[in-house]
């Protein structure tokens, strides 16, 4: 999506984690997770607008500065205010909209949709496998940046939690889901639904004259996993399961995690006015096989 013209984005700005935090606390199912979140929408601590913009300053580190935060009063008036900048960021290089793409974002994702009625929140679910195995890839090759960090029950928990909540909201108004597969059994009609969602169909936006690179995808100093994917061309990845994991860890997974079969049939069920979203099943069955 940020490849099309008039679409803007940065790096991953972890904005609302740092504003309502207790990320922990939704993937246990805990309901004082959104009692803390509904207490922090009200009066913000002194020290909140620095950290804050500490997280705008890291997204735009290669795009010319971050635009600056002004102070307000409430977790509620920092929420307006993220849109704020970010809708004139986006104005000022004459595009139609603005990607944040925090994954830890998705749990808060039913409080933005109360806070930012225009907002549209677009899911993509993988394969529990694929992603565990990624993660302990990570752990493994980029030990020194402490990302990724979590054994593998706790991936396990996290991946089946992520993957509830996605079918929870696949059909809602203003949300999609897509099977990850999706981006290639059926990448013509993701690519128009991508413009439609974007206002961008049929239109060619230019840049700001002498302004500074649209979007900024990563930082690859410091996230150099992402290296390779932020040139907008899409590649079908290959999955690190078979090489990393043995058969006996590889049943025990299929039988924690949640079927991703049954996953997406349940999305294609619920969002009947995507049908393509089935030919991902098969996309993945291919996957699987090879």
Partial sequence: MT???GVMSMGETEYMLRLF???EGWLSGQDSAANTWQRRLGLSSPSLH???QGCLDRAFVDAGGAPQLKRRWTGRGYVREFCRVLDERAASRYCTCWVEKTPDHLAYVDLLSDLIPDAHFLHV?????????SAIDGQ???AEHNVF???LPYWIRRWNRAARWHVEHAGRERHTVLPFECLFSAGDQVRTMMRT???????IVPAATGSSPLNTIADLASEPWKRGSTDGTLRRPQSKAPKLFGKQLREMLGKRLMDYRQLIDELARK??????????AREHAGRAGS
């Fill in 3 to 5: 490849s099309l013209p």
């Fill in 21 to 23: 935090g207790h990320f």
């Fill in 50 to 52: 620095r950290r804050l």
């Fill in 125 to 133: 679910v993988r394969a529990g496998e694929d992603v565990i195995a």
């Fill in 140 to 142: 493994l090759r980029y």
């Fill in 149 to 151: 960090y979590g054994t």
């Fill in 197 to 203: 969602l974007s206002g961008t169909d049929a239109q």
């Fill in 271 to 280: 969002q009947p006015h995507l049908p393509w979203i089935a030919s991902a």
